[in-house]
């Protein structure tokens, strides 16, 4: 079945770095395209950055993210990652990578990162 497992969430500092990583298993990852959406306490869950299953890998990115975020994949190793930099107290958030396939929406169980001084 599908398996999305999220990494690499920590507390930083405002102005510091992180990069998630989403790996996955039971499909063929190259074929989806690959979300990142994030839950602040209190909010709605909110699209952060998708990159296509295209081979130009088109990327896309919330405007809250925009410059400050870079989405990849590493088809081989059927891996997502999400760099972030100049992280700011807005950031925090629990980090979830999802595809849709088949009608349905996967999720891994997220990564929480916290920005705080």
């Known amino acids: 079945q599908v398996q999305l497992v999220e990494s690499g969430g920590g507390l930083v500092q405002p102005g510091g770095s992180l990069t998630l990583s989403c790996a996955a298993s039971g499909f063929a990852f190259d074929q989806y395209a690959l979300n990142w959406y994030r839950r602040a306490p209190g909010s709605e869950r909110e699209w952060v950055a998708t990159?296509?299953?295209?081979?130009?890998?088109?990327?896309a990115y919330a405007v809250s993210v925009k410059g400050r975020f870079t989405i990849s994949r590493d088809n081989p190793k059927k891996t997502s990652y999400l760099r972030m930099n100049s992280l700011k107290v807005e950031d925090t958030a629990a980090y979830y990578c999802?595809?849709?396939?088949?009608?349905?929406?996967?999720w891994g169980q997220g990564t929480q990162v916290t920005v705080s001084s």
């Open positions: 999802n595809i849709y396939r088949a009608g349905t929406d996967h």
């Open positions: 990159v296509s299953s295209a081979s130009d890998g088109a990327v």
